[in-house]
């Protein structure tokens, strides 16, 4: 499954949305302070989307790109222990497009 993505802009919405799903998810569960079934469920799918990303034009050929490189292949181990990595690798990514954008 790849994410056929053309422009900036709709490519910035898919990362902060799926920057916000995993914090809004992650903080529920440290809440609850406990494991649930359903837990399994957002960690491997936030997996499975990260891992379908790839690489728009407007950022081939620059840092952005190696740094979403390396989230896509940490989440097509879809090992949901580097899910927190994958965060903070796409977190970097939407902080430095968006400071591109101003």
Known sequence: MECA????????EVISTWNSIYASNHMAYEIL??????EAKW???????????D????????????LL?????CAKTYDVSKLQEVHELLHTVEKFM???EV
Request: proline letters at 2%; glycine letters at 4%.
């Open 5 to 12: 993505l053309v422009n900036k802009q709709d490519f910035l």
């Open 33 to 38: 302070k406990k494991h649930h079934e359903d």
């Open 43 to 53: 960690k491997n799918g936030l997996l499975k989307v990260a891992s379908a990303l």
């Open 55 to 66: 690489v728009i034009e407007d950022i081939k050929g620059t840092p952005i790109e190696l």
């Open 69 to 73: 490189n390396k989230a896509i292949r």
């Open 98 to 100: 968006y400071e591109d």
